[in-house]
């Protein structure tokens, strides 16, 4: 039985990851090109990288389609452009870009390390209301908080 990281090994086959300082280069080389954060709304809303669109990986697939509830006419129009897939570490990502690969996105890469990688590499973040987030108080959100029931069972004897 496969696990949620043989998964994502398994898409990298197809899918290709860039570092956030590719991604910086990135930008500045082509302003065409399209962030794609996949995170869940709260997740945008708290922080993203600015310009980025938010499009959350349960409805990605529909949101790059003609006539869905869910589609997003900009997404639709961009299977020609260079696409960054971010997420916060960089696995729904490499999920993501693989999806749009297989639907016929031509040019789309992950974040390798996501936006936690990204503000280690001191890149701004903004809020909902565009303000930036500190790099310390992003520091403090990309940490991991697992309560005691999401942890592995200890094995007995």
């Known amino acids: 039985m496969k696990n949620f990281l043989n998964l994502i090994s398994d898409s990298l086959t197809d899918v290709k990851e860039i570092m956030p300082w590719d991604l910086e280069e990135r930008r500045q080389a082509n302003p065409e090109l399209m962030i794609v954060d996949v995170r869940e709304p709260y997740e945008y809303d708290a922080m993203h990288i600015e310009d980025s669109i938010t499009v959350p990986r349960g409805i990605l697939e529909s949101a790059c389609e003609w006539d869905y509830e869910e589609t997003i006419p900009q997404l639709v129009n961009a ?7 971010v997420c916060r570490s960089g696995y ?12 016929g996105y031509t040019n789309v890469v992950s974040l390798k390390t996501g936006l936690r990688g990204w503000n280690d590499y001191e890149q701004p973040l903004v809020d909902k209301d565009g303000k930036v987030v500190e790099i310390e108080e992003a520091d403090d959100y990309f940490t991991p908080k697992l309560r005691e029931d999401q942890l592995r069972p200890k094995q007995q004897g």
């Open 92 to 103: 729904r990502s490499v999920l993501a870009a693989f999806s749009l690969h297989v639907i």
């Open 79 to 85: 299977r020609q452009r260079e696409i960054v897939v």
